[in-house]
């Protein structure tokens, strides 16, 4: 079914349906004051020609908007857009400051209009269609009466993914100035709070760790005041039935596509309803909005699964690969690369690098990445970060001559850069002491020995732009690496005046994006990959950008699975960076094997960050085996269906996954056993998301080589035996601790 948006009801009053065939989205118009109001979020329900029978309106009292009408507190209203200031003491959507002082705004529907077609967003990140008729957006237009204020609303709905988008763009047409306090991307009132709220916390090497919490009355925030969205918590979040599993059970899922300070908040309020809101922060925020301005916030996408959260996940997959990210043309899948930094770190030279390079080749890798230390006198963390002038002691022939060497063994060649940053005595801090954020007067903290270059000035994204394209026009770059190392601390922008200066966090994200849309516009070629010290800027406003991002700079294995499962929930495999790296591990000191590390880091990019010059022959002969089976299992791992099989955070010591593709006639999967507990073999694992009548054959450990079929799979699972230490029938990996199995599946050709 195509996406559709049905409206019905009197044209003062009308209500819009929102559908796809899978989920429904309804709206309708109250009968006072014209406020639009949320009616249905769920599975796809039939148009009818009204919906009355989803209208609440019990005699509540409280505050009334309208005197003697006891229905008429905004406090019990579902909004779509609630405004501060009124009969709603719940949190806002909306929060103005008027020239009197004042903050109450009350929005009424004027319009709508129905496209089929998406615009971008102005200077934002922003989900599109891919073909005609597959996207269908609603606009509501709203003014605030006394202000001249207008919202619009925009709502997307896509024919192919459970998935609605949200984002609202404010305009003064009235003749004073205005402040935006708070201008939230998504608001949704839900009937009640018979949820649990799943989110994720972390910090530097241990991103995404899942907590779930049953809803309570009151306020609980998920937030980031940092600058970046951070490791610290995700703006991504979950609102799941408390008998909702990874399989079955309904599950709402919220992300924000931004990569700044943000605020995805759940309230559950007197009346027993939810409240979700997701966009920037309101903390540290405040814009003014002059005669004639208008403001876009971020768009928001809300995800609606049945099937639990692994329906949540491919929801989320789904929209992302098909309606956000943008891949460079003929780069449908990621190249397998080696990074160079675990290998060397600051420490090599052009021959160093030409024969890592060499090594990787020979083991079958694509993409060869130069990571940080190529550039001013960068021997260290102390040095010359804004001087993107490469290092001649080290790379005599420059970045050019480097990527010409690369590029004439057949691999592609990839840069690290990390633009946002400045070292003290570098040219730009000496010659623009007022492009760094600090204050004047007052202390700078460091981190990492950096400071921040304040984005949201346009001549510093210039100045960027060309010292990065002095580098890039002529060197055939292929990737590049964007890093982010440190948190924005010392809020202030020298451009701004006193008055404004709650604008720099914001503007600062925007000139981020602005550099990301040049350099994609100058070189549509090459493939970014996000990173902020790992994960702290995983964010779906990222993947618009750069199609990757590098999940966490602990490479360790067993540590990664809890890494790489948190952040599947809301993202494809395909954007998580994930290498193998040398033992012992340089993060954790454990000691894994080339199985498991193989396997683990084939559920994501997929790449090497290790020297090859330490490798042993049997090492690279098994490296180069695979690398081929990557190759071939890379098709249903970048755009099948993932199922999280058994989570790390149930059961310490075990964890299983799997891919399918989308036609259901193959599969992957990989099961990992921490530790060996005798007596507590886990020995079958039942499967997912196969086809119960095609007959599959398997292949893996211990198999007999009877095909089954797809409902035998699921229910009876495979056996996972193991269980006795028999080397002889046990390769590497599969024995004792930090064991790994993986099969594969593929249906045979008569089913
Ligand atoms: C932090 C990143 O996460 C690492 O992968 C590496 O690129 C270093 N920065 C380089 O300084």
Aim: some cysteine; aromatic content about 10%; charged content about 20%.
């Amino acid at each position: 079914m195509q996406a559709q948006i049905l409206v019905t009801g009197p044209a003062e009053r009308p209500v819009f349906h929102l559908t796809n065939g899978q989920i429904s989205y309804i709206i309708g118009i109250t009968e006072r004051a014209a406020i639009p109001e949320q009616l249905y979020f769920g599975p796809a329900i039939r148009p009818q020609d009204s919906y009355d029978f989803l209208i609440d309106r019990e005699n509540r009292n409280g505050v009334l908007l309208f005197a003697q009408d006891p229905a008429s507190s905004l406090d019990y209203l579902s909004q779509e857009y609630p405004s501060y200031g009124h009969s709603d003491f719940r949190q806002p959507a909306l929060q103005l400051t008027y020239p009197q002082g004042d903050q109450v705004t009350l929005l009424s529907y004027v319009s709508h209009r129905i496209l089929s077609h998406k615009d971008p967003l102005p200077g934002l990140p922003a989900s599109f269609g891919q073909a005609p008729g597959d996207t269908a957006v609603l606009e509501l237009q709203l003014k605030d009466a006394g202000s001249g204020v207008r919202v619009t609303l925009q709502y997307a709905v896509f024919a192919d993914v459970a998935a609605v988008t949200r984002s609202a763009r404010l305009e003064q047409t009235g003749p004073e100035t205005v402040w935006i306090d708070r201008a939230m991307s998504l608001a949704l009132d839900l009937p009640d709070h018979d949820y649990e709220l799943i989110h994720f916390y972390g910090g530097w090497a241990h991103e995404m760790n899942l907590e779930r919490q049953p809803l309570q009355h009151g306020i609980y925030q998920v937030s980031s005041l940092r600058g970046v969205t951070s490791a610290v918590q995700n703006p991504l979040i979950a609102l799941a039935r408390p008998r909702a599993d990874e399989f079955q059970g309904q599950v709402l899922g919220f992300n924000l596509l931004y990569s700044g300070n943000f605020l995805s908040q759940t309230e559950t309020a007197l009346s027993g309803t939810t409240r979700v809101l997701l966009g920037i922060h309101p903390d540290l925020f405040r814009w003014e909005l002059k005669p004639g301005q208008s403001f876009q916030t971020p768009e928001a996408v809300m995800v609606y699964s049945q099937t639990g959260l692994n329906g949540m996940s491919q929801a989320f997959h789904d929209f992302y690969r098909r309606h956000l990210i943008r891949r460079p043309a003929g780069k449908a899948l990621s190249p397998v690369l080696l990074n160079s930094w675990e290998g060397c770190y600051f420490n090599f030279d052009q021959d160093r690098l030409v024969s890592m390079a060499k090594a990787a080749r020979d083991m079958g890798i694509d993409l060869f990445v130069l990571d940080d230390g190529w550039f001013g006198h960068r021997d260290d963390d102390t040095t010359s970060l804004g001087d993107w002038r490469p290092d001649r002691r080290k790379l005599p022939e420059g970045i050019s001559g480097l990527s010409r060497r690369i590029h004439a063994l057949d691999l592609q060649f990839g840069l690290w850069i990390e633009p946002e940053m400045v070292n003290p005595g570098t040219p730009i801090w000496e010659a623009h002491p007022d492009w760094v954020i600090r204050v004047p007067g007052k202390s700078a903290s460091p981190s990492r020995n950096q400071y921040v270059l304040d984005m949201g000035r346009p001549e510093v994204v210039d100045n960027l732009f060309d010292q990065l394209c002095r580098v890039l026009d002529d060197a055939g770059v292929d990737y590049i690496k964007w890093d982010m190392n440190r948190h924005l601390s010392e809020l202030y922008s020298h451009a701004l005046p006193a008055g404004r200066q709650r604008e720099m966090s914001h503007r600062y994200c925007l000139g981020v994006y602005q550099l990301y849309e040049r350099l994609l516009a100058r070189y549509p070629d090459i493939l970014f990959e996000s990173c902020s010290s790992g994960g702290q800027r995983f964010d779906a406003g990222m993947l618009y950008y750069a199609p990757q991002a590098w999940t966490s700079d602990n490479t360790d294995a067993v540590a990664r699975l809890k890494i790489q499962y948190g952040t599947s929930m809301g993202y494809p495999l395909a954007a998580m960076g994930a290498h193998v790296s040398a033992v012992p591990n340089h993060q954790t000191g454990r000691v894994s094997s080339l199985a498991l590390r193989s396997t683990v880091a084939s559920f994501g990019t997929f790449g090497y960050e290790l020297d090859p010059a330490r490798l042993s022959a049997a090492e690279k002969a098994q490296i180069r085996l695979d690398i081929a089976r990557f190759k071939k299992l890379q098709p249903i791992l970048a755009t099948g269906c993932f199922y999280r099989l058994i989570s790390p955070f149930d059961q310490p010591d075990f964890c299983a996954w799997m891919a399918v593709s989308k036609d259901k006639r193959q599969a992957y999967i990989a099961a990992f056993r921490l530790l060996k507990v005798m007596g507590q073999e886990r020995v079958r694992l039942p499967l997912a998301g196969l086809d119960p009548a095609l007959l599959y054959e398997v292949r893996g450990p211990w198999q007999s080589g009877t095909p089954r079929y797809g409902d035998n799979l699921m229910a009876a699972g495979l056996i996972l035996a193991g269980n006795k230490h028999d080397p002889n029938r046990q390769p590497d990996g599969q024995q004792g601790d930090f064991a790994v199995y993986t099969f594969t599946l593929e249906a045979l050709a008569q089913t």
